[in-house]
């Protein structure tokens, strides 16, 4: 089991940066992979980029490609997120999530992963 800890939300104007990190337990981390979602009220978590056990080869959400940077340091157990470029529709709670084995669900699906942090606001002002 892990348990994950979101960091570094908080209030940017649009056109600026943020780095999320999240924080996992455990002496495992290195056997899940990783996932970021979004998610605003009254809408379903939407995948924003996923990462593999390795940190090779991340996959992301065509909406934030080439703005945004997933990357995971297993010597820390932790996962980063660099946003960059933010756009006021991007403004939600960014959760990150463990995904321990595969279940045949795609690393877009929520259904995949099978740990969640509980989040971090990030609020994109004009």
């Known amino acids: 089991q892990v348990q994950l800890v979101e960091s570094g939300g908080g209030l940017v104007q649009a056109g600026g940066s943020l780095r999320l990190s999240c924080a996992a337990s455990?002496?495992?981390?290195?056997?899940?992979?990783m996932g970021w979602f979004r998610q605003t009220p009254g809408k379903e978590r939407e995948f924003v980029a996923a990462?593999?056990?390795?940190?090779?080869?991340?996959y992301y959400a065509t909406s934030v490609k080439g703005r945004f940077t997933m990357s995971r340091d297993n010597t820390k157990n932790t996962v980063y997120l660099q946003m960059n470029s933010l756009k006021r529709g991007e403004a939600a709670v960014y959760y990150c999530?463990?995904?321990?084995?595969?279940?045949?669900?795609?690393?877009?699906?929520?259904?995949?992963?099978?740990?969640w942090g509980q989040g971090t606001q990030v609020t994109v002002s004009s």
């Open positions: 455990g002496r495992t981390f290195f056997n899940y992979a």
């Open positions: 999530a463990a995904d321990q084995r595969p279940n045949g669900k795609s690393k877009i699906n929520v259904m995949r992963y099978d740990y």
């Open positions: 990462t593999s056990r390795t940190g090779g080869s991340p």
